[in-house]
């Protein structure tokens, strides 16, 4: 079974530029995770999506981040303009559980942002 | 709102040393991963615990769920440089559906 897929790995970039993140969750998978970590802390939930739908985004810097999961299977994550501490690994995972408890969640490799 | 706290933040140890480390909630646990991290990668899942007083073993890593269900142990019994990481514990918060991570452990090993 394929895991979970991001892209690029490595993205460097200058302050008040504009990148996007891409994931391709595990086949099947209707729940998808966006995680901000940055240096030195756990991953921060971004935004959640069931399906193709959006579960909680609490967490989501509205006013310069978006993200999308069109037809509820690949997602992608911008951040438009970029700042400074915007530099982290950016995460995706996905489950197979709609909200449920003990949902085990599989991780893909990540995406480093490093922003001048 | 619920916090995750670990402890210790890092830790070096030589091979074959025992070792934990130990994540506290705020409040009562629903569901408590453990999961392993490499530097730059994605997270590993190691282990999931429910119940109160759940212990869970996966070749030398056991971890442990309290009674109280506010506090989790992860244990490795004769560490190997294969170990070293970051140990991170997640739960999904109570009253929500929000997961939350702790801060992470890191582990070295020294062979």
């Known amino acids: 079974e394929a895991g979970v897929a991001q892209s690029p790995r490595y993205k460097i970039i200058e302050k008040r530029q504009s990148v996007a993140f891409w994931c391709n969750p595990i086949?099947?998978?209707?729940?998808l995770y966006w995680y901000q970590q940055i240096l030195g802390q756990g991953p921060k939930l971004l935004i959640q999506?069931?399906?193709?739908?959006?579960?909680?985004d609490s967490q989501l810097p509205k006013d310069r981040f978006s993200a999308e999961r069109l037809k509820g299977v690949d997602s992608t994550l911008k951040i438009q303009p970029a700042k400074l501490e915007d530099s982290a690994v950016y995460l995706c995972?996905?489950?197979?559980?709609?909200?449920?408890?003990?949902?085990?969640?599989?991780f893909g490799p990540g995406t480093r942002l490093t922003v001048l | 709102s619920q916090e995750l706290e670990q402890s210790p933040q890092s830790l070096i140890v030589q091979e074959g040393k025992n070792l934990t480390i130990n994540c506290t909630s705020s409040k009562t646990l629903y569901g408590l991963y453990w999961y392993k991290q490499k530097y730059g990668e994605g997270l590993i899942f190691l282990m999931m615990l429910q119940k109160g007083g759940e212990e869970k073993s996966h070749e030398k890593i056991t971890a442990k769920l309290d009674e109280k269900k506010q506090q989790s142990s992860l244990h490795i019994t004769a560490s190997q440089p294969s170990h070293a990481g970051i140990y991170l514990c997640g739960a999904d918060a109570s009253g929500t559906y929000k997961y939350i991570f702790g801060t992470g452990t890191r582990l070295k090993v020294l062979a």
């Open positions: 086949s099947g998978h209707a729940t």
């Open positions: 999506f069931q399906n193709n739908g959006v579960v909680d």
């Open positions: 995972a996905s489950s197979s559980l709609p909200q449920d408890r003990g949902n085990e969640q599989f």
